[in-house]
């Protein structure tokens, strides 16, 4: 079941269109809701309420309902494979350039609402491998060092993609950052042992999926957000 929830999350229609009237709409949402009642009764009960939310003629209502009906599905998801399969982590040798980028390619997958990337050494060539994969419609927000160095290339690499794509990419700058993380829709942490730009270039590394302390990591990270100066909003 584990296997079927992923791939729903990876197959979910757009965020604009995802109300439109279409049968693949219709389709995927009648799966959703199956799986969900297979995972638990009530809450496939409760699942009903917020697809019937997401139609609401009212844009704030019918947000609320698609927000929460993400929710449920990371949480059954993260309930499935904490039950089965434990946290996600991946080891990577050196030079295993492509495992890692399959890695965090499936992590990425799985956003349908929002990305923080919290690294220090984000630059033009993590935008250029990493930013094309993730579905449009995200917000996706960049945590990133004060060093000049990095921002010089991130950030006019940035704005080329958001010129051509349209996508909504936020960058700040903080002092105090020295991990590596992703946080998926608010629900999922994954730290990155190497730099996301350098993967395994220079040693071995490891994905790390954070669950006992992810609330923590997570608080933390927002108010150094919140904290931040702001380059691109």
């Given at each position: 079941?584990?296997?079927?929830?992923?791939?729903?999350?990876?197959?979910?229609?757009?965020?604009?269109?995802?109300?439109?009237?279409?049968?693949?709409?219709?389709?995927?949402?009648?799966?959703?809701?199956?799986?969900?009642?297979?995972?638990?009764?009530?809450?496939?009960?409760?699942?009903?309420?917020?697809?019937?939310?997401?139609?609401?003629?009212?844009?704030?209502?019918?947000?609320?309902?698609?927000?929460?009906?993400?929710?449920?599905?990371?949480?059954?998801?993260?309930?499935?494979?904490?039950?089965?399969?434990?946290?996600?982590?991946?080891?990577?040798?050196?030079g295993g350039h492509?495992?890692?980028?399959?890695?965090?390619?499936?992590?990425?997958?799985?956003?349908?609402?929002?990305?923080?990337?919290?690294?220090?050494?984000?630059?033009?060539?993590?935008?250029?491998?990493?930013?094309?994969?993730?579905?449009?419609?995200?917000?996706?927000?960049?945590?990133?060092?004060?060093?000049?160095?990095?921002?010089?290339?991130?950030?006019?690499?940035?704005?080329?993609?958001?010129?051509?794509?349209?996508?909504?990419?936020?960058?700040?700058?903080?002092?105090?950052?020295?991990?590596?993380?992703?946080?998926?829709?608010?629900?999922?942490?994954?730290?990155?042992?190497?730099?996301?730009?350098?993967?395994?270039?220079?040693?071995?590394?490891?994905?790390?999926?954070?669950?006992?302390?992810?609330?923590?990591?997570?608080?933390?990270?927002?108010?150094?957000?919140?904290e931040a100066a702001?380059?691109?909003?």
């Amino acid at each position: 079941m584990l296997a079927e929830v992923e791939d729903l999350l990876r197959t979910m229609p757009p965020r604009a269109t995802i109300r439109h009237e279409l049968p693949e709409n219709f389709t995927w949402l009648g799966r959703a809701a199956a799986l969900v009642s297979m995972w638990d009764r009530v809450e496939g009960a409760v699942f009903n309420t917020y697809l019937a939310e997401m139609n609401h003629q009212m844009a704030q209502p019918a947000r609320e309902g698609f927000l929460k009906m993400i929710v449920t599905l990371h949480k059954v998801q993260h309930d499935l494979r904490m039950r089965t399969t434990g946290p996600l982590s991946a080891a990577v040798e050196r030079g295993g350039h492509f495992d890692y980028f399959e890695a965090i390619r499936g992590i990425l997958e799985q956003a349908k609402l929002d990305l923080l990337f919290i690294d220090p050494y984000l630059d033009a060539d993590f935008v250029g491998r990493y930013l094309p994969m993730i579905a449009k419609g995200l917000t996706v927000r960049l945590l990133t060092s004060t060093d000049k160095r990095w921002l010089a290339t991130l950030l006019p690499a940035v704005d080329a993609f958001v010129a051509q794509h349209g996508s909504a990419i936020q960058v700040r700058e903080h002092a105090n950052l020295h991990d590596r993380y992703v946080i998926v829709d608010g629900v999922q942490c994954y730290q990155s042992g190497a730099s996301f730009k350098d993967g395994p270039r220079n040693a071995d590394t490891t994905i790390t999926q954070i669950v006992d302390l992810f609330a923590e990591v997570k608080a933390g990270y927002e108010k150094r957000w919140l904290e931040a100066a702001v380059h691109r909003q």
